[in-house]
T-cell receptor, first 113, second 116 residues
């Protein structure tokens, strides 16, 4: 059974700092891996999606990497801003294109001005 | 597009009452997903539909939960009878039709359910 773990559960950093969020999964046979952002009281917004054949994806100040063999992904946020404060969730989609996502518990990030 | 629409946004009910949550997916999307989010268990997939047909309901916790998708633009998640442990945020999400591994899901704002 696929399990997804995110470390740390919470993180507080000063504005401008570069930071890394970690995600690990137990079954390396995945279809893709996604990073989502969730603001308090809101739904999830997709940030980056890495297909199983890819190693990384970039969008603005965000860079996500995928190492299937070790069952790990990282989300790198450059030059963090207070507006980045949110919960970041990692999710994996299994072997086939079902859309069935298994989520980690998330990392809650606070960026202090 | 207005995105995924869910109603109601908040629901407070008493134990034993029937609760119906509603979802309108993004027009043209052919997959719809119902999730539940709690502090203890995180975000869990309850059931998903492809082309209005339920594909996997293994995440539905009990027979008290049922979901329907009568057409491509509407789905309901019903809890009958409701219990306090059903209190959670329920999300609906939809996904497009490309079938590519790069297809993401679009989430609604959620329904916050409190069962007293």
């Amino acid at each position: 059974k696929q399990e997804v773990t995110q470390i740390p559960a919470a993180l507080s950093v000063p504005e401008g700092e570069n930071l890394v969020l970690n995600c690990s999964f137990t079954d390396s046979a995945i279809y893709n891996l996604q990073w989502f952002r969730q603001d308090p009281g809101k739904g999830l917004t997709s940030l980056l999606l890495i297909q199983s054949s890819q190693r990384e994806q970039t969008s603005g100040r965000l860079n996500a990497s995928l190492d299937k063999s070790s069952g790990r992904s990282t989300l790198y946020i450059a030059a963090s801003q207070p507006g980045d404060s949110a919960t970041y969730l990692c999710a994996v989609e299994g072997r086939s294109n079902t859309g069935k996502l298994i989520f980690g518990q998330g990392t809650t990030l606070q960026v202090k001005p | 597009d207005a995105g995924v629409i869910q109603s109601p946004r908040h629901e407070v009910t008493e134990m034993g009452q029937e609760v119906t949550l509603r979802c309108k997916p993004i027009s043209g999307h052919n997959s719809l997903f119902w999730y539940r989010q709690t502090m203890m268990r995180g975000l869990e997939l309850l059931i998903y539909f492809n082309n209005n047909v339920p594909i996997d309901d293994s995440g539905m916790p009990e027979d008290r939960f049922s979901a329907k998708m009568p057409n491509a633009s509407f789905s309901t998640l019903k809890i009958q009878p409701s219990e306090p442990r059903d209190s959670a945020v329920y999300f609906c999400a939809s996904r497009g039709t490309s079938g590519s591994p790069g297809e993401t899901q679009y989430f609604g704002p959620g329904t916050r359910l409190l069962v007293l």
